[in-house]
C-alpha cells in the first residue's frame, strides 16, 4: 500500500483520531518527536539505575504476574524478557484485521514516545520502522482479557519487533518476521530489562478498534437519517414531527441533530406536500417514523461519550510499572481495560437499536396493509415475483444477531494468572463484537436504503426531495430500478459498499450541506 499522507508526529502529546485513521487505514508514515526521544532517554537511566541496583525492582528484575516474586540475576534478564513475549504470544484464531494492528501498534508506539514506560529510544525507533515498512504482525483474534492490557495481542506484535513469528508484508504476503524486517532494514530488537512488559502492558488494541468504531459509526448514524427520511417520504409520512420547536421540548443534542438533518432531507418533498392538506385522514405515523430522531439521536449521544472516554484513554500512558515523572518506578492498576470496554458495550446498544427501527421502517414498506398504496413486497408483480422480501429477511436475521452481540462483554471477568489477575475487563472482546455489529448496521442500513429507493421510484409521478431524489440518483448509477425479479444479492453488497463508502451521504450533503 502506498500513502498519500504526511508523517504522523508521535510524542508525549495524544493522538487524534484523523492522526490515527490516516496510520491505521491510510499506511501515513510515523516519526518520533525529538520530545520524545528525549524524554524515553532520561526515563531509561531510571530503569538501568534501578536493574543495577540489588534490590529487586517488578518487571524490572523480577518474574512477572504471579511470579513477581522471584528475583532474576543480571545474566538472565535477556532471557527473561524474550521468555516473557514468546510465552504472551499466545493469540489463536483468525487473523485480525490489518487496520485493527497498526492502530494498536501506533497507540504502544505513542504510550512509548511519553517516556512514562522507561524503554530505549532505538527500541520505540524499530517499532516505528516496522509501521513505516507496512509490516504487519499477525495477530490472532482470541488471547486477550483485556487485563494487564491487550497481553496477547500486543505480544505478537513485540515477538516481531524480535524478528521472530508471523508477519504481513506491504503487500500482505504472509512471511517469517526475520525474513520480512531484513528485508525492509529494519534491525531485530535484543529487548533489555523492562523492555518486554513496556512493549505488551496496555489497552492499545481494544482503544484503537474504539476509536476505528467511532469514526465508523458517527458516519453510519448520518446515514441512518438519510434512510429514514427516504422510508417517511416513501410511506407518505410528515415532517412536522421534526420541527426545532417541538424537539426542543426535550432537549437532548443528538435528537435536534438527528431531526435538523431529517428536516434538511426532506425539504422540498412532492411527495410529502402530496398528503400535507386537510384531505389527509392520519392522525401520526408509526413509531419508527416519528421517533427516528429520538432513537438516532441517543446513539449519537452515546457516540460522543465513548469519545470523550476515548479521548482520556489517548492522554494516557498505561503501563505497569510506570516511570514517574520525578523517576519513581511504580506499580499501578491502570492497565485495567474498564472505563474503555464499558463504552465498547454501550455503544453496541444503540447500534443493535438503530438497526432495529431501520428494519421496522423496511418492513412497513413491505406490507400492503400499512405502505399506503405500494405494491406488495414492491414487487412488480405479486404473486410471480417477491420483490423485497428476502431482503427483509436478511435484515432481520442480521438485527437478531446484533441484540445477541448488544449483551455486554465487559459484565465477565474471568481469573487468570494463579488468581493474581483476578478481575478482568475483557474489553478486547467488547470490542472485536463492536466491530461486527458496526458492519451489521452497515447492512441493515443498506437495504432499508434500496428497498426506500425502489419505493420513492413507485410513487411516480409524485417526485421525491431534492436531497433524497439525490441519493436514489447515485444508487441508480449502480444498481438498477424497479422491474421482475433479479439477482438480489450483489445489489445489497454494491449499496452496502455505497454506504460504507460514503457515496450515498455525498449525495445526500450535495444538497443539504454537510449533516450533524
Known amino acids: 500500500m502506498t500513502s498519500t499522507t504526511g508523517p504522523v508526529l508521535v510524542g508525549p502529546k ?11 487505514r491510510r499506511d501515513a508514515p510515523v516519526r518520533l518527536t525529538e520530545e520524545a526521544l528525549a524524554a ?3 526515563s531509561r537511566a531510571q530503569v538501568e539505575a534501578l536493574a543495577a541496583s540489588p534490590t529487586p525492582a517488578y518487571g524490572v528484575s523480577t518474574g512477572f504476574g504471579a511470579l513477581a516474586t522471584r ?4 545474566e538472565l534478564r535477556a532471557q527473561l524478557q524474550r521468555s516473557l513475549i514468546r510465552s504472551h504470544a499466545a493469540g489463536s484464531g483468525p487473523e485480525v484485521e490489518r487496520e485493527v494492528v497498526r492502530a494498536l501498534m501506533l497507540l504502544r508506539l505513542r504510550t512509548l514516545a511519553t517516556g512514562r514506560t522507561g524503554v530505549r529510544p532505538r527500541t520505540a525507533q524499530a517499532l516505528a520502522a516496522l509501521l513505516n515498512a507496512g509490516i504487519t504482525p499477525v495477530v490472532r483474534e482470541y488471547g486477550s482479557l ?15 519487533l524480535m524478528g521472530e513469528g508471523e508477519v504481513r508484508d506491504a503487500a500482505g504476503a504472509l512471511r517469517p518476521a526475520a525474513e520480512a524486517l531484513a528485508e525492509a532494514g529494519v534491525a531485530p530488537v535484543e529487548l533489555a530489562a523492562k523492555e518486554g512488559l513496556a512493549l505488551i502492558n496496555g489497552t492499545d488494541g481494544m482503544l484503537g478498534q474504539l476509536v476505528l468504531a467511532c469514526h465508523d459509526l458517527a458516519r453510519l448514524l448520518r446515514v441512518a437519517d438519510v434512510a429514514a427520511a427516504m422510508s417517511v417520504e416513501a410511506l407518505l409520512g410528515t415532517d412536522r414531527v421534526f420541527a426545532a420547536d417541538l424537539q426542543a421540548l426535550r432537549p437532548h443534542p443528538g435528537q435536534a441533530a438527528s431531526a435538523a438533518n431529517l428536516t434538511a432531507l426532506l425539504a422540498g418533498s412532492a411527495i410529502v406536500a402530496s398528503h400535507r392538506g386537510p384531505e389527509c385522514t ?7 417514523l416519528r421517533c427516528a430522531p429520538q432513537v438516532t439521536g441517543a446513539a449519537r449521544d452515546t457516540l460522543e461519550h465513548a469519545r470523550l472516554v476515548a479521548a482520556r484513554e489517548l492522554a ?18 491502570n492497565f485495567h481495560g474498564a472505563p474503555v470496554a464499558y463504552v465498547l458495550d454501550f455503544l453496541a446498544i444503540p447500534v443493535a437499536d438503530v438497526a432495529s427501527m431501520s428494519e421496522r421502517r423496511t418492513d412497513r414498506m413491505l406490507d400492503v396493509a400499512r405502505s399506503h398504496g405500494l405494491p406488495a413486497f414492491l414487487a412488480d408483480d405479486p404473486g410471480v415475483d417477491s420483490g423485497h422480501m428476502i431482503a ?10 446484533l441484540k445477541r452481540l448488544a449483551v455486554p462483554a465487559s459484565v465477565d471477568s474471568i ?8 478481575h478482568v475487563s475483557m474489553g478486547w472482546s467488547a470490542a472485536r463484537k463492536l466491530r461486527r455489529a458496526i458492519d451489521g448496521l452497515a447492512r441493515v442500513l443498506a437495504i432499508e436504503i434500496l428497498t426506500a429507493a425502489r419505493a420513492l421510484d413507485l410513487r411516480a409521478p409524485l417526485t421525491p426531495a431534492p436531497a433524497t431524489a439525490a441519493v436514489v440518483a447515485a444508487l441508480r448509477a449502480h444498481v438498477g430500478g424497479p422491474g421482475p425479479d433479479r439477482y438480489l444479492s450483489p445489489e445489497i453488497e454494491t449499496t452496502v459498499t455505497l454506504v460504507r463508502d460514503g457515496t450515498l451521504l455525498a449525495a445526500a450533503e450535495s444538497v443539504t450541506g454537510p449533516l450533524s
Open 14 to 24: 495524544p493522538l487524534t483520531e484523523d492522526e490515527i485513521l490516516a496510520v491505521a
Open 146 to 160: 483485556g487485563c494487564s492490557g491487550d497481553l496477547a495481542p500486543l505480544a505478537h506484535v513485540a515477538l516481531a
Open 40 to 42: 524515553m532517554a532520561a
Open 415 to 422: 481469573p487468570s494468572s494463579a488468581m493474581q489477575e483476578d
Open 316 to 333: 494516557s500512558a498505561v503501563d505497569n510499572p510506570v516511570v514517574t515523572p520525578d523517576g519513581r518506578v511504580e506499580s499501578n492498576g
Open 392 to 401: 427483509q429477511y436478511t435484515q432481520a436475521a442480521i438485527v437478531s444477531e
Open 71 to 74: 528475583h532474576i540475576p543480571a
Open 282 to 288: 392520519r392522525v401520526q405515523d408509526a413509531y419508527s
